[in-house]
Nanobody
Framework: QVQLLESGGGLVRAGGPLRLSCVASGSIFSINTMGWYRQPPGNQRELVASIGAGGSTVYADSVKDRFTISRDDTRKTVYLQMNSLKPENTAVYFC????????????????WGQGTQVTVAS
């Protein structure tokens, strides 16, 4: 089994920064894509940003130039640096990872963290 533990959420004023972290632990041979999703109140979960094993990144249009995703494979950690936050960025942010648990068992399994609340006050 694999666990993803997010941290770094909280309350911040509009225009301020916040940095989220997500550490993966458990039965991990390798981690492919890692990403951040969010679910605003009353809305569906949506992709914020993702980063592949080679470092390629994808961002939602609404966060480009303000958010930066990065990863540290030695620490099995993915980060989301959020700058110039807006009230509409208020949501629960979820970490996501596609993990291979063993080199003898092919295939990637998708895992989710439990989420961390980000609230941006106007």
């Amino acid at each position: 089994q694999v666990q993803l533990l997010e941290s770094g959420g909280g309350l911040v004023r509009a225009g301020g920064p916040l940095r989220l972290s997500c550490v993966a632990s458990g039965s991990i041979f390798s981690i492919n894509t890692m990403g951040w999703y969010r679910q605003p109140p009353g809305n569906q979960r949506e992709l914020v940003a993702s980063i592949g094993a080679g470092g390629s990144t994808v961002y939602a249009d609404s966060v480009k130039d303000r958010f930066t995703i990065s990863r540290d494979d030695t620490r099995k950690t993915v980060y989301l640096q959020m700058n110039s936050l807006k009230p509409e960025n208020t949501a629960v942010y979820f970490c996501n990872a596609h993990v291979a648990s063993s080199k003898y068992a092919p295939g990637l399994f998708e895992y989710w963290g439990q989420g961390t609340q980000v609230t941006v006050a106007s």
